[in-house]
Nanobody, 119 residues
């Protein structure tokens, strides 16, 4: 079993910055991809950014403002969010695609962290 623990959500004014972190823990696993989704009230959960060993991808709405990075030694992914807008207000969920010792590939989700951007 793999656990994802997020941190860094907060209330910030428009134009400000926040950095989210997500650490994966467990035993005998390898991470294939990590990323962030977000869900605002009344909206579907949407992909924000994802990172693999080969690439990074971003939603059009955050390109140029958000940066995803990963520390493989710590099994941790970060989301640096700059130039925040009220439209970025949402619960942000960490996501990981993990291969476990049996060879199975499973998705895992964090519990979510609230980001609120005031105008």
């Amino acid at each position: 079993q793999v656990q994802l623990v997020e941190s860094g959500g907060n209330l910030v004014q428009a134009g400000g910055s926040l950095r989210l972190s997500c650490a994966a823990s467990g035993s005998d696993f390898s991470i294939l991809a990590m990323g962030w989704y977000r869900q605002a009230p009344g909206n579907d959960r949407e992909l924000v950014a994802v990172i693999t060993s080969a690439s990074t991808n971003y939603a059009d709405s955050v390109k140029g403002r958000f940066t995803i990075s990963r520390d493989n030694a710590k099994n941790t992914v970060y989301l640096q969010m700059d130039s925040l807008k009220p439209a970025d207000t949402a619960v942000y969920y960490c996501y990981a695609v993990v291969r476990i010792t049996t060879g199975h590939v499973n998705p895992y989700w964090g519990q979510g962290t609230q980001v609120t951007v005031s105008s």
